[in-house]
């Protein structure tokens, strides 16, 4: 959100005279590296945030499935074979996870976004 910030802040700035424009319609000096005004985006990163926050909303619901399973356990709700398959169940899900996150090169703190005031995700 900072080089966003610094993009819109740079707007005051932007030229006036025609010639100082691009045939793309954005200012000339924007095409020159390392230009503060301009976003250098990957395919890569932008994949990578992606698997990253689907990956986050993924764990997060597979805890909160794990703790409702083991307060069916708890109660006494499920059979044996339930409780077996759920069990297995679970456990496949984590397999995966952990699978997926190595794919997308992250590590298991990567996983828990931080949201400020209330403290780390998961």
Excluded: C, Y
């Amino acid at each position: 959100m900072g080089e966003f910030a610094r993009v819109l802040e740079n707007h005051a700035s932007l030229p006036l005279r025609l010639s100082e424009w691009s045939a793309g319609g954005e200012p000339a000096a924007l095409h020159q590296p390392g230009h503060p005004g301009r976003l250098n985006l990957s395919h890569d990163d932008a994949k990578n945030g992606l698997g990253r926050l689907v990956l986050t909303l993924v764990k997060l619901l597979h805890e909160l499935l794990e703790k409702q399973a083991i307060g069916r356990i708890e109660n006494g709700t499920l059979t044996a074979a339930e409780v077996e398959r759920l069990g297995l169940t679970l456990m496949r899900q984590a397999q995966e996870i952990d699978r997926l996150r190595r794919a997308f090169n992250l590590e298991d703190e990567d996983l828990n976004i931080d949201l400020g005031p209330l403290g780390k995700l998961l």
